[in-house]
């Protein structure tokens, strides 16, 4: 039997997407790899928080239900925040945390980001710095670092490592949660059809629920500033700069943190 996975095709999005088809090929399938253009990709100027998450993965829902493709692979963190969009199965987790990138030995005075949630992290710690919005993928945002145009980038360490991404000649700093909340799902796979219940990683999975959950009470969304993460054992929430965490304690917990920061 073959299964067809849809994705974008960006070196990240096709990375993602072989991890998910590998764990379907250790389980007797052949995979077809469908790469779809979506009207997020299409607008390369536009900044994330005015495009919205469903620039880039609506057109697969759509797919799925007119069964063109049998499943979607996407990072969860871009997947609309909706309810009607929790359907969606997980690979294991990578590094959920982001990173700050900066030349060795620059001064951080301008900061490269489209996310309001790492801005205000940045502004928290480096009150003076400028942060420009910069879009394109992983290498195009690390060329313009290292060609000046910005001191520091924020950018997702799962991206980073499974991209195998070179940062001779620059500097990683991997931003604890307690400095720098993840975006929800941030680091975990998303496969949408039925297919991704074959593979599905239940802990991944866990973690998608409860963050999901807790951004939508936060009312996050691309222009919110808000995070939301959860290490298994503790719970962390960000909005507009200001951070939380508790020992996570059941539903009660996403309540306590929504609640703590409104």
Excluded: W
């Amino acid at each position: 039997m073959t299964i067809r996975l849809g994705t974008r095709g960006s070196a990240l999005a096709l990375a993602q997407t072989e991890l998910a088809a590998n764990a379907l090929r250790l389980r007797g399938f052949d995979v077809q790899i469908v790469i779809v253009h979506t009207r997020g990709d299409a607008d390369v100027s536009s900044p994330l928080s005015e495009i919205g998450r469903g620039a880039f993965t609506d057109v697969f829902s759509e797919m799925i239900s007119r069964r063109e493709i049998d499943g979607a692979v996407h990072s969860a963190k871009d997947l609309p925040t909706d309810e009607g969009r929790d359907g969606f199965f997980c690979l294991p987790r990578a590094d959920a945390r982001d990173a700050l990138i900066s030349r060795i030995g620059a001064d951080i005075g301008t900061v490269g980001t489209g996310s309001p949630r790492r801005a205000a992290a940045v502004l928290a710690r480096f009150p003076d710095a400028q942060v420009l919005p910069v879009r394109g993928n992983v290498d195009t945002r690390l060329k313009k670092l290292r060609a000046g145009e910005f001191d520091a980038l924020v950018l997702a360490c799962a991206g980073l490592d499974r991209l195998h991404i070179c940062t001779d000649g620059l500097q990683v700093e991997r931003l604890s949660p307690e400095t720098c909340v993840p975006a929800a799902c941030q680091g975990i796979i998303a496969v949408e059809g039925q297919c991704g219940a074959l593979i599905q990683d239940e802990r991944a999975a866990q973690a998608a629920d409860i963050e999901r959950r807790l951004q939508r009470l936060l009312g996050g969304g691309c222009t919110g500033g808000v995070g939301a993460y959860f290490d298994g054992t503790r719970l962390y929430a960000q909005k507009e700069g200001k951070i939380c965490s508790m020992t996570y304690a059941g539903e009660e917990s996403i309540f306590a943190l929504a609640k703590e920061l409104s």
